[in-house]
């Protein structure tokens, strides 16, 4: 079940019906990125595969709503500039531009 405790949601993966989770591939800036199916407990984050590879990353609750999906208009480019290796291991080709 997922409950709030401190601003954290807290799931164990025997305790929650992975059911409500998102767990199709979501596209990020055209990168495929799918949620991983694990417990949680009360992490901060959740775990997402790249590129249908085991190359990971990790992407803050405050990005996704409760089910794991990716808010819209969401700026996450700093999740993937602080895993750019990740992203490069998987064959993300990365080109970060300054404005």
């Not at 997402?48 to 409760?66: A, G, R, S, V, Y």
């Not at 064959?91 to 531009?97: A, C, L, M, S, Y």
């Amino acid at each position: 079940m997922e409950k709030y405790r401190n601003g954290h949601i807290s799931d164990k993966k025997d305790e929650y019906n992975s059911t409500n989770r998102n767990f199709k591939i979501q596209y990020y800036k055209d990168i495929p990125l799918e949620q991983i199916d694990r417990g949680y407990g009360i992490s901060k984050a959740r775990r997402f595969m790249i590129n249908n590879t085991n190359q990971n990353c990790w992407i803050p609750l405050k990005h996704l709503e409760l089910d794991g999906t990716i808010k819209p208009d969401e700026d996450i480019d700093y999740v993937i500039f602080r895993s750019k290796r990740q992203f490069e291991l998987a064959g993300v080709t990365i080109k970060f531009e300054v404005e």
